[in-house]
């Protein structure tokens, strides 16, 4: 069961083979024995959890449950849930305890009655791409514990990686869903901005962040999206649009698809190991009867610089509320307010996002608003416009996820702008609001997982996630599990 899909836990369920509450049980019973080896968890309430699986089982027995009653699940420790530890890894927010839900949490817990297992580990307020960042201590890589699982959201594809929870939430604002899945071998899948509620989700920046799934399969990952998106009138931008199906393409037919290979993808910078996995996955697909195009985006190479000047400028802004006056830490001595703002500040938060609020206040700042922020948001435009020209030629895009394997913890911490990089392929993406994800496609010489990501157009997340799963559904990539003794 620890390593199960949803689907064979659904049946199981409804087969009446096992309870929620001992589907529970074993979960807890795992996180248990092993968080404290990958510090995938920063708070588990085996109390609230065994009362969420009670309640699910109450909904299986009257028969008035959804597909995904009674299936555990983790959430990322950025999203609200009632009366649980939030923190977004930060000391700034240690203690919070949110009164209210996520809009996120109120689908999957409280409509399609899933069970929470608990809130995962990841980079303080989503800012890294390690996840060493967090003020709870770095998580480890299940498939190499001397490296790290990826960030932002490590602790979540750790968390599924070790078999700690089948399914679990993410928050991606320039890869942190796709990158962490692919250096832990598994499926991560962001929507198309607007598609899930932002509403709960501590924001970092705002026009950027977008909550998605991290699974081991693509049809996991649609169960899961399926639940979870929808409009909600208390985001402001959230999209209006039906609710979908995301697993109702898999099973239709692939011939005639074209994918387009950006050639800003298989230049230069890109690991050889990484890159061999890649064009055999690539291989498989037009075994499979895909054809392929060149395409080509030309202002990819601004979404790096573009990415680190819009984001820090939002993140400036969201984390102004932290202010050791209504909630969250503060400072134990100070001598008059404008010293409770600065200490609280300077002893809340940590060195990557003190780093980004001074970026961001600087590019914000009279006299360089026009030269850095605007110039960001123009940069943009183009790289949203180069997308729409390649998918005028082809169904969707194929690349590496990450130009690396999982780097050893520590390896990147004193060169932020080499840890920046490591989101090279992904961070153009949340820039143009598109829909993408990751899944497994082979191993480097070391054992280590690697990722394809392939990239589509706007509401397009169905077939995104469709080609995943015949790809899936013709190799075992996605079936192995951590070569270590967890």
């Not at 962040?209 to 009138?233: N, Y």
């Not at 199906?245 to 290979?261: E, K, N, Q, V």
């Amino acid at each position: 069961m620890i390593y199960a899909s949803l689907s064979t836990l659904r049946a199981a369920l409804a087969a009446k083979k096992i309870s929620s509450v001992e589907l529970a049980r074993l979960f807890l019973d795992r996180i248990a024995r092993m968080n404290a080896r990958i510090n995938a968890f920063i708070t588990v309430d085996e109390e609230k959890t065994l009362a969420a699986a009670t309640e699910a089982d109450a909904r299986l027995a009257a028969g008035n449950a959804s597909p995904l009653t009674g299936i555990p699940l983790a959430q990322k420790d950025i999203f609200c849930a009632q009366g649980w530890r939030t923190t977004c890894a930060s000391r700034m927010l240690e203690n919070f305890i949110a009164p209210y839900d996520a809009t996120v949490v109120t689908k999957l817990e409280r409509e399609a009655g899933m069970v929470s297992l608990g809130k995962t580990n990841m980079d303080e307020f989503a800012m890294g791409s390690s996840n060493e960042t967090s003020y709870f201590g770095a998580v480890k890589n299940p498939w190499d514990e001397a490296r790290v699982p990826g960030g932002s959201s490590g602790g979540s594809a750790a968390a599924v990686a070790a078999g700690l929870t089948p399914v679990a939430t993410g928050t991606d604002t320039g890869g942190s869903i796709r990158q962490p899945a692919a250096l832990c071998g598994l499926t991560g899948v962001k929507p198309t901005y607007g598609i899930v509620s932002r509403y709960g989700m501590i924001a970092f920046a705002s026009s950027l962040d977008q909550g998605g799934v991290i699974g081991r399969t693509a049809e996991d990952c649609a169960l899961v999206l399926s639940a979870m998106a929808g409009f909600d009138e208390k985001d402001s931008t959230s999209l209006e649009r039906p609710a979908e199906d995301y697993s109702r393409l898999m099973d239709a037919p692939f011939a005639g698809l074209t994918i387009g290979l950006p050639k800003e993808f298989f230049s230069e910078g890109c690991d050889a190991e990484v890159m061999t996995a890649v064009q055999a996955a690539l291989a498989e697909y037009q075994k499979l009867g895909a054809k392929t195009v060149e395409v080509t985006l030309p202002n990819m190479r601004l979404s790096v610089p573009a990415y680190y000047v819009i984001a820090p400028a939002e993140a400036s802004s969201n984390l102004s509320r932290f202010d050791g006056v209504r909630y969250g830490y503060r400072a134990p001595e100070y001598a008059n307010l404008t010293e409770m703002y600065e200490k609280s500040r300077a002893q809340g938060f940590g060195a990557e996002v003190k780093r980004r609020i001074l970026i961001g206040t600087y590019v914000l700042s009279h006299g360089y608003y026009d030269a850095y922020y605007l110039q960001a948001q123009r940069a943009r435009r183009l790289i949203a416009n180069d997308f729409a020209e390649a998918f005028k030629r082809c169904d969707v895009l194929l690349g590496p996820t990450s130009p690396g394997t999982a780097f050893a913890l520590g390896e990147k911490r004193a060169d932020p702008v080499e840890m920046y990089l490591s989101d090279i392929y992904t961070i153009a993406v949340n820039l143009a609001g598109l829909p993408a994800l990751s899944l497994p496609c082979g191993f480097d010489a070391k054992g280590l997982p690697i990722g394809l990501q392939l990239i589509g157009n706007y509401f397009d997340e169905a077939r995104v996630l469709a080609i995943a799963h015949v790809f899936q559904r013709a190799t075992d990539w996605h079936t192995r599990h951590p070569a270590c003794n967890l």
